[in-house]
């Protein structure tokens, strides 16, 4: 049973509560009830973060390579992923990490500079191979199964000169990278993801331009990026559907990012507003994957804001008939990354934002309270009820579907040995985890912590720290030294239970 079996199932029945304010939380009980049987803990991790040989073997410039080296100033202390933790060269010690908290996967990602240099083409780097087969033979001599992503943000920067995520070229690409990929470490993966966070790679990276590859084109840009991300998605597990699962039994999804967004009132407008918000949020993407097309608000809230903006036509392109049945259906499960929490109000007698942004076109605004703890990243506050929330929304929202947690952790700055914060934050938003399973009957059926050791945080750089295994960046032998949340971790694994007992 579990994510690489057939779904796992809890009966238990409860209502979605209705929106709460902070008291409520204050006097929270942790869970004693138990992770059931087939539940199957792992730990994440990506290639830019973690791999470091960043020119060597023959690996191609990925877009985050170039934009760190090109503009510096980006990451908070100056840092880049030239090294990172160096697992491209200490992979066994990574592994030995896994084993002695005894996950029963490891998440991690390919660079795809690494396989194909030139990011397509008939040119496949044989060192970039051979690095991720010994991987592969390491985890499972270790025991360890593999969820593996194709694509976390590391675009090859050959094909960003040509327009990267908004050229459609793309969509074919990104299939022929994934056939590679597919053929070449099939035998090894027990469970493929090809996308990661298709919300960083458009907003970020195509719309605020915050992140590699810096391209600002707020409203416009980022639009163009999801339909391309979606349709090389689609094609890339309908390949996989077709040609390899029926020999590898292997599955296949795409990970999607999402806050929880909590009515700030009771009012309705303020509900509205932040059902809105998850629309554009984690509907963006995973409406046209699980339902088929852009969910109705994002084609109505754009299409009347880009008419009043001036545009001539909708700033969101539309999928033809034809598409949204391609990108219909193309999951095997639903694979959520989470972290934090947004209060949600509605605002009142806006005819249309001026701004034009997708961040503006769900017309609501968003914060988070002050009182609410805060990680080492800006953003990132610590509000385990938001996870229990969204989990029952995503129920709610796309029927008894099995999902899986794909990411969660929480940062540091200093990366302490003595990481009690870690330890509580991994107590807390499991305990709303689990009771959202129990009482709300949704069926996750895996966890994966983000991340077994310390990385390059992107544009935090080294300043954030969220492994259960500390790295010192400036030691060249990057030791990888445990914290006590990875011996915590290691017991929720062994005893099924987050508390000393469980019922
Ligand atoms: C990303 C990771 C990142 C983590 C913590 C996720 O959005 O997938 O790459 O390290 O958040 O910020």
């Known amino acids: 049973m579990g994510i690489f079996s057939t779904s796992l199932v809890l009966l238990a029945v409860a209502a979605l509560s209705a929106a709460d304010g902070d008291d409520e939380f204050a006097n929270y009980t942790i869970t004693d009830r138990k992770f059931p049987d087939g539940f199957t803990f792992g730990v994440a991790t990506a290639a830019y973060q973690i791999?470091?040989?960043w020119n060597i073997d023959g690996k191609g410039e990925q877009v985050w390579d170039t934009f760190i080296h090109e503009r510096p100033e980006r990451v908070d202390d100056l840092s880049t992923g030239d090294v990172a933790s160096d697992s491209y060269h200490r992979y066994e010690d990574d592994v030995r990490c896994m084993k002695e908290v005894g996950v029963d996967y490891y998440r991690f990602?390919?660079?795809?500079?690494?396989?194909?240099?030139?990011?397509?083409?008939?040119?496949?780097s044989n060192e970039g191979i051979e690095y991720y087969t010994k991987l592969f033979k390491e985890l499972k001599a270790n025991g360890i199964k593999t969820m593996v992503t194709l694509y976390h943000w590391d675009l090859p920067t050959a094909l960003e000169k040509q327009g990267g995520w908004l050229n459609?070229?793309?969509?074919?690409?990104?299939?022929?990278?994934?056939?590679?990929?597919?053929?070449?470490?099939?035998?090894?993966?027990?469970v493929w993801v090809t996308i990661n966070e298709p919300k960083q790679i458009c907003h970020t990276g195509y719309g605020n331009g915050a992140y590699a590859p810096g391209v600002v084109s707020p409203?416009?840009?980022?639009?163009?990026?999801?339909?391309?991300?979606?349709?090389a998605h689609a094609g890339a597990w309908r390949m996989f559907d077709e040609q390899f699962r029926p020999r590898?039994?292997?599955?296949?999804?795409?990970?999607?990012?999402?806050?929880?967004?909590?009515?700030?009132?009771?009012?309705?407008?303020?509900r509205r507003a932040a059902e809105d918000k998850l629309q554009f949020v984690h509907g963006m993407y995973a409406h046209p994957v699980f339902k088929g097309d852009w969910p109705q608000v994002m084609t109505d809230n754009v299409a009347t804001f880009s008419r009043l903006q001036g545009f001539k036509g909708s700033r969101l392109p539309a999928f033809t008939r034809q598409e949204v049945d391609f990108v219909r259906g193309t999951y095997d499960f639903l694979a959520l990354n989470h972290y934090t929490t947004y209060m949600v109000s509605a605002i009142e007698g806006q005819e249309y934002p001026t701004e034009v942004s997708w961040d503006t076109d769900s017309g609501v605004n968003s914060y988070q309270k002050d009182?609410?703890?805060?990680?080492?990243?800006?953003?990132?506050?610590?509000?385990?009820?938001?996870?229990?929330?969204?989990?029952?929304?995503?129920?709610?929202?796309?029927?008894d579907i099995e999902i899986v947690i794909t990411e969660?952790?929480?940062?540091?700055?200093?990366?302490?040995?003595?990481?009690?914060?870690?330890?509580?934050?991994f107590k807390a938003y499991m305990s709303h985890m689990l009771d959202a399973m129990y009482d709300g009957g949704v069926n996750v059926t895996a966890y994966t912590a983000w991340s077994i050791i310390d990385?390059?945080?992107?544009?935090?750089?080294?300043?954030?720290?969220l492994g259960m295994y500390y790295v010192n960046m400036s030691d060249p032998l990057r030791p990888r030294i445990a914290k006590d949340s990875s011996k915590y971790f290691s017991s929720i694994i062994s005893t099924r239970c987050l508390l000393d007992s469980c019922q």
């Open 219 to 231: 409203g416009v840009g980022e639009y163009m990026c999801a339909r391309h991300v979606l349709l």
């Open 455 to 465: 990385n390059f945080e992107w544009t935090q750089g080294f300043n954030a720290k």
């Open 168 to 190: 459609p070229k793309i969509v074919e690409w990104f299939q022929q990278y994934a056939l590679t990929c597919y053929t070449l470490f099939g035998e090894y993966v027990d």
């Open 408 to 425: 969660n952790g929480v940062s540091d700055r200093t990366g302490t040995l003595r990481d009690q914060h870690r330890i509580d934050y």
């Open 109 to 124: 990602s390919i660079a795809w500079s690494r396989i194909i240099p030139d990011g397509s083409g008939d040119k496949v």
């Open 371 to 399: 009182t609410w703890q805060t990680a080492a990243i800006g953003w990132f506050k610590i509000v385990p009820w938001g996870f229990g929330k969204i989990l029952r929304w995503l129920k709610a929202t796309y029927g």
């Open 248 to 270: 590898l039994g292997s599955r296949n999804t795409i990970v999607i990012d999402s806050d929880w967004y909590e009515p700030a009132t009771e009012s309705e407008a303020d």
């Open 51 to 53: 791999e470091g040989a």
